[in-house]
Nanobody, 115 residues
Framework: QVQLVESGGGLVQPGGSLRLSCAAS????????MGWYRQAPGKERELVAD???????RYSDSVKDRFTISRDIAKNTVYLHMNSLKPEDTAVYYC?????????WGQGTQVTVSS
């Protein structure tokens, strides 16, 4: 079992930036991939970005060129750097740690993009 604690959400104006953090209770190398997902009201949870233990990264088309996923191995932490935020980015953002087809989730952090 792993504990994932997200932080960094909040209210930001369109065009602004935020950095989300996901701190894991054990080495992130013990997982096949670490990822960020989001769920907006009335919508299904969707992948935003993930990074494998080998460093391969993928992004959803809706955030490509605006968001960047990164990690600090020494701190067991994965980040999501979000730039040029849009109102449609408003959602609860969740961190996920995946291994052998199973995933553990954090509690989520709210991101609201509004003027």
């Amino acid at each position: 079992q792993v504990q994932l604690v997200e932080s960094g959400g909040g209210l930001v104006q369109p065009g602004g930036s935020l950095r989300l953090s996901c701190a894991a209770s054990r080495s992130i190398f013990s997982f096949d991939a670490m990822g960020w997902y989001r769920q907006a009201p009335g919508k299904e949870r969707e992948l935003v970005a993930d990074i494998t233990s080998g460093g391969l990264i993928r992004y959803s088309d809706s955030v490509k060129d605006r968001f960047t996923i990164s990690r600090d191995i020494a701190k067991n932490t994965v980040y999501l750097h979000m730039n040029s935020l849009k109102p449609e980015d408003t959602a609860v953002y969740y961190c996920r740690a995946g291994r052998n087809g199973y995933g553990s989730w954090g509690q989520g952090t709210q991101v609201t993009v509004s003027s």
